[in-house]
């Protein structure tokens, strides 16, 4: 569907934009529906470095969109 089509190229836009840590960390909290405290055991970081990591990503990607 075209509504559907549009979200591929939003993700698309911002995934160019993005190293593959931060890809990794979108896909792991959005797609995979992992918890914060999941991701932080896979990586051996603190839960709220990875929350922190995540905020810090989904807000650039929400100026690479030109959303507020």
């Known amino acids: 569907s075209s509504a559907a089509s ?5 993700q698309r836009k911002v995934f ?9 960390l979108v896909m792991l909290h959005w797609w995979f ?10 990586y051996n970081k603190p839960k709220s ?10 807000r650039r990607g929400r100026k690479i969109l030109g959303i507020k």
Do not use: C, M, P
């Not at 549009?6 to 939003?10: E, F, G, N, P, S």
């Not at 470095?49 to 989904?58: A, D």
């Open 6 to 10: 549009d979200v591929y190229k939003r």
């Open 33 to 42: 529906d992992n918890s914060f405290g999941e991701i932080a055991l896979l």
């Open 49 to 58: 470095t990875i929350q922190s990591q995540i905020e810090r990503v989904e």
């Open 16 to 24: 160019e934009h993005l190293n593959d840590y931060d890809r990794d």
